[in-house]
C-alpha cells in the first residue's frame, strides 16, 4: 500500500511540473513577442512609413494593454480555473501575433498589438496560480524562481536567433513563428495542465477589485514601493526590448546579429541576476538597503552607458570617437545584474501590510511594474525624437534614481 501511494505521489508531481513547464512557456512567448521590436524597429518603421521614435511611443499600447488586463485577468482564473484562461489566451495571442505580423500600417499594427497585450497578460500568472494552490510555501519559492528564468528564455530567443531571421526572412516573420508556436504550447496546455474546479473567491466586479488595489497601491505603507516599481522593471524591459538593439545599431554600428548577441548577454545576466540577489538578501539581510543601492547602481551604470556615446564626456574623457561596444557589452551585464531586484519588492510589499490583503498588495505592485514599462515606453519615445537615445538612456537614470529617492524616503524607519 505504501509503494502505491508512493508511486501515486510520484506521478502528481511529475504530472505537476509537466503542467507547469507547459504554462512556463506562455510566459516565454510572452516575453519574445514583447521584445520583438527590439531588433527589428528600424525595419518596422520603414514599412510602416513613419519614424522609428513614432512607433516606439505606438509600441507603448503593449504594455498599457497589459497592465489593464492584470485583474480581469486575475478574476477571471479565480471564477474559471486556470486551464481554460490559459487555453483562452493562448488563442488570443495567436491572433494578435498574425494580425502583428500582417500589419499594414500603424493603425493595423497597434490593434494587433493591444491583442497581445491582453492575450499574454495572464502568462506569467497562469504557472504561478496553478503553482501557488499546489506546491508547499517553500516549492513554490522555487518554482516561482523556475518560471521566471524559463520566461526570460523568450528574450534570448528574441536576441541573436531573432536578429538571424529578420535579416533573412523580415521583421514579420518573427510574429508569424510566434503565431506557431503559441498553437504547439495550446497543445501542451491543453494535454498536460488538470482541468481543476474553480475557486470563486471574490464575487466583485472587476472595476471594484480595480478601485481597491489602486486604493491599496497609494496607501503610505505601498507608497514608497509603488514608486520604485514604477521605473525598475519599466528601465530593463524598455533597454532590453525596445532601446537597446537601436542603441547597439545606430550609435555603435553593430550588425543586428552583433547587436542581438550583446542583447542575449544583457538576457542571461537577467536570467540569473534574480538568483543573485536573493542568494545576498538571505545571506546579508538590509533589504531596503539592498533593493536601494542596486538600483543607484543600475542608475549610474545607464549613465555611464549614454555617456560613452560620440562627443559626450566618458568618450571626450579617454580620447575617442566613441567608446567600442566591448564596452557596452560590459555595462550591459552589468545592469542586467543590477536591475534584478525587483522581486524584492514583492517580499517588501507583504511585510507592510496586513495578511488579508497581501494578495491584493502583490497585485498592486505588480501593476505597477507594467503600467510603468507603458509609461516608460511612451516617454521614451518621445524623449527620443527630441533629444536622440544617449538621452533615453540618460532619462531612464534619473528615472531610476528619481524613483529610489521616493523609496528611500517613505520607508525609512522614522517616516
Same mark, same amino acid.
Given at each position: 500500500? /505504501?509503494?502505491?501511494? %508512493?508511486?501515486?505521489?510520484?506521478?502528481?508531481?511529475?504530472?505537476?511540473?509537466?503542467?507547469?513547464?507547459?504554462?512556463?512557456?506562455?510566459?516565454?512567448?510572452?516575453?519574445?513577442?514583447?521584445?520583438?521590436?527590439?531588433?527589428?524597429?528600424?525595419?518596422?518603421?520603414?514599412? #510602416?512609413?513613419?519614424? $522609428?521614435?513614432?512607433?516606439?511611443?505606438?509600441?507603448?499600447?503593449?504594455?498599457?494593454?497589459?497592465?489593464?488586463?492584470?485583474?480581469?485577468?486575475?478574476?477571471?482564473?479565480?471564477?474559471?480555473?486556470?486551464?481554460?484562461?490559459?487555453?483562452?489566451?493562448?488563442?488570443?495571442?495567436?491572433?494578435?501575433?498574425?494580425?502583428?505580423?500582417?500589419?499594414?500600417?500603424?493603425?493595423?499594427?497597434?490593434? =494587433?498589438?493591444?491583442?497581445?497585450?491582453?492575450?499574454?497578460?495572464?502568462?506569467?500568472?497562469?504557472?504561478?496560480?496553478?503553482?501557488?494552490?499546489?506546491?508547499?510555501?517553500?516549492?513554490?519559492?522555487?518554482?516561482?524562481?523556475?518560471?521566471?528564468?524559463?520566461?526570460?528564455?523568450?528574450?534570448?530567443?528574441?536576441?541573436?536567433?531573432?536578429?538571424?531571421?529578420?535579416?533573412?526572412?523580415?521583421?514579420?516573420?518573427?510574429?508569424?513563428?510566434?503565431?506557431?508556436?503559441?498553437?504547439?504550447?495550446?497543445?501542451?496546455? #491543453?494535454?498536460?495542465?488538470?482541468?481543476?474546479?474553480?475557486?470563486?473567491?471574490?464575487?466583485?466586479? $472587476?472595476?471594484?477589485?480595480?478601485?481597491?488595489?489602486?486604493?491599496?497601491?497609494?496607501?503610505?505603507?505601498?507608497?514608497?514601493?509603488?514608486?520604485?516599481?514604477?521605473?525598475?522593471?519599466? %528601465?530593463?524591459?524598455?533597454?532590453?526590448?525596445?532601446?537597446?538593439?537601436?542603441?547597439?545599431?545606430?550609435?555603435?554600428?553593430?550588425?543586428?546579429?552583433?547587436?542581438?548577441?550583446?542583447?542575449?548577454?544583457?538576457?542571461?545576466?537577467?536570467?540569473?541576476?534574480?538568483?543573485?540577489?536573493?542568494?545576498?538578501?538571505?545571506?546579508?539581510?538590509?533589504?531596503?538597503? &539592498?533593493?536601494?543601492?542596486? !538600483?543607484? /547602481?543600475?542608475?549610474?551604470?545607464?549613465?555611464?552607458?549614454?555617456?560613452?556615446?560620440? !562627443?559626450?564626456? @566618458?568618450?571626450?574623457?579617454?580620447?575617442?570617437?566613441?567608446?567600442?561596444?566591448?564596452?557596452?557589452?560590459?555595462?550591459?551585464? &552589468?545592469?542586467?545584474?543590477?536591475?534584478?531586484?525587483?522581486?524584492?519588492?514583492?517580499?517588501?510589499?507583504?511585510?507592510?501590510?496586513?495578511?488579508? @490583503?497581501? =494578495?491584493?498588495?502583490?497585485?498592486?505592485?505588480?501593476?505597477?511594474?507594467?503600467?510603468?514599462?507603458?509609461?516608460?515606453?511612451?516617454?521614451?519615445? *518621445?524623449?527620443?525624437?527630441?533629444?536622440?537615445?544617449?538621452?533615453?538612456?540618460?532619462?531612464?537614470?534619473? *528615472?531610476?534614481?528619481?524613483? /529610489?529617492?521616493?523609496?528611500?524616503?517613505?520607508?525609512?524607519?522614522?517616516?
Amino acid at each position: 500500500m /505504501t509503494a502505491v501511494t %508512493t508511486d501515486e505521489a510520484g506521478d502528481g508531481t511529475r504530472a505537476l511540473i509537466f503542467a507547469l513547464l507547459a504554462l512556463a512557456c506562455g510566459h516565454m512567448l510572452s516575453t519574445l513577442l514583447r521584445t520583438i521590436p527590439a531588433v527589428s524597429l528600424d525595419l518596422m518603421a520603414a514599412d #510602416f512609413r513613419m519614424e $522609428p521614435q513614432a512607433l516606439a511611443s505606438l509600441t507603448a499600447v503593449y504594455p498599457f494593454a497589459f497592465a489593464a488586463a492584470q485583474i480581469p485577468v486575475g478574476a477571471a482564473m479565480d471564477r474559471f480555473g486556470v486551464r481554460p484562461v490559459s487555453l483562452s489566451l493562448l488563442a488570443g495571442t495567436v491572433v494578435g501575433a498574425i494580425a502583428s505580423g500582417f500589419a499594414t500600417g500603424p493603425e493595423s499594427f497597434a490593434v =494587433g498589438q493591444v491583442l497581445l497585450g491582453v492575450a499574454t497578460s495572464g502568462m506569467l500568472m497562469c504557472p504561478m496560480t496553478l503553482a501557488a494552490k499546489q506546491l508547499s510555501a517553500a516549492r513554490f519559492g522555487l518554482w516561482s524562481g523556475a518560471i521566471l528564468s524559463i520566461g526570460n528564455i523568450g528574450m534570448l530567443l528574441s536576441s541573436s536567433p531573432l536578429a538571424f531571421v529578420v535579416d533573412h526572412y523580415g521583421w514579420r516573420a518573427g510574429f508569424w513563428i510566434s503565431a506557431a508556436a503559441g498553437v504547439l504550447v495550446a497543445l501542451a496546455v #491543453f494535454a498536460l495542465v488538470p482541468n481543476q474546479p474553480a475557486e470563486h473567491k471574490d464575487d466583485s466586479s $472587476p472595476l471594484s477589485q480595480m478601485i481597491e488595489v489602486l486604493r491599496l497601491g497609494f496607501s503610505r505603507p505601498l507608497r514608497g514601493l509603488i514608486a520604485l516599481a514604477l521605473v525598475s522593471l519599466a %528601465t530593463s524591459l524598455v533597454l532590453r526590448g525596445l532601446w537597446g538593439g537601436p542603441w547597439l545599431m545606430q550609435v555603435k554600428g553593430l550588425s543586428r546579429v552583433e547587436a542581438g548577441n550583446q542583447l542575449g548577454a544583457f538576457t542571461i545576466a537577467m536570467i540569473i541576476g534574480p538568483l543573485l540577489i536573493g542568494m545576498i538578501d538571505r545571506r546579508v539581510g538590509h533589504r531596503r538597503e &539592498l533593493v536601494a543601492g542596486t !538600483h543607484l /547602481t543600475g542608475a549610474l551604470l545607464l549613465a555611464l552607458m549614454a555617456l560613452g556615446a560620440p !562627443h559626450y564626456a @566618458v568618450s571626450l574623457l579617454l580620447g575617442v570617437p566613441v567608446m567600442p561596444p566591448q564596452y557596452d557589452l560590459a555595462l550591459f551585464v &552589468l545592469i542586467g545584474l543590477a536591475t534584478s531586484a525587483q522581486p524584492l519588492l514583492f517580499g517588501m510589499s507583504r511585510q507592510l501590510v496586513d495578511a488579508q @490583503v497581501a =494578495g491584493k498588495a502583490l497585485a498592486a505592485i505588480n501593476l505597477a511594474f507594467f503600467l510603468g514599462a507603458a509609461l516608460m515606453q511612451s516617454v521614451t519615445g *518621445a524623449v527620443a525624437a527630441l533629444a536622440g537615445l544617449p538621452a533615453v538612456l540618460l532619462f531612464m537614470a534619473a *528615472a531610476l534614481v528619481a524613483g /529610489t529617492l521616493i523609496f528611500l524616503a517613505y520607508t525609512s524607519p522614522r517616516s
